[in-house]
């Protein structure tokens, strides 16, 4: 059996932007199900720092990850988003049991 793709993602709103940061990524939230090779695909929020954001993401492999990450949706946040965004970090994981 193929092991999907797993994919942690930190981001990090620019003081002032934390809620428009929230509404762009919300978008990202609403595209992916319909996304080939969309398993999983969870926004959360910080309790101790509002602003900061962390995506668990399932994905059937890398390609669907590249895929996801061309799509319309993505770009349309992107050319939005560089002035909201402080940080990013991408992490990609294996399973191992």
Same mark, same amino acid.
């Given at each position: 059996?193929?092991?999907?793709?797993?994919?942690?993602? %930190?981001? +990090?709103?620019?003081?002032?932007?934390? *809620?428009?940061?929230r509404q762009g990524l919300m978008t990202?939230?609403?595209?992916? =199900? /319909?996304? =080939? #090779?969309?398993?999983?695909?969870?926004? $959360?929020?910080?309790?101790?720092? =509002? #602003?900061?954001?962390?995506?668990?993401e399932i994905w059937e492999d890398e *390609?669907?990850? +590249?895929? $996801?990450?061309?799509? *319309?949706?993505?770009?349309?946040? #992107?050319?939005?988003? #560089?002035?909201?965004?402080?940080?990013?970090?991408?992490?990609?994981? /294996?399973? %191992? $049991?």
């Amino acid at each position: 059996m193929k092991e999907k793709l797993v994919v942690v993602a %930190l981001v +990090n709103a620019n003081k002032g932007s934390e *809620d428009l940061l929230r509404q762009g990524l919300m978008t990202l939230v609403e595209a992916a =199900p /319909k996304e =080939p #090779g969309y398993v999983q695909y969870d926004l $959360h929020e910080s309790i101790d720092n =509002p #602003g900061q954001f962390l995506f668990y993401e399932i994905w059937e492999d890398e *390609d669907a990850l +590249n895929v $996801h990450n061309n799509t *319309d949706a993505m770009k349309a946040f #992107g050319a939005k988003a #560089g002035q909201w965004i402080q940080s990013v970090t991408l992490t990609k994981y /294996k399973r %191992l $049991h």
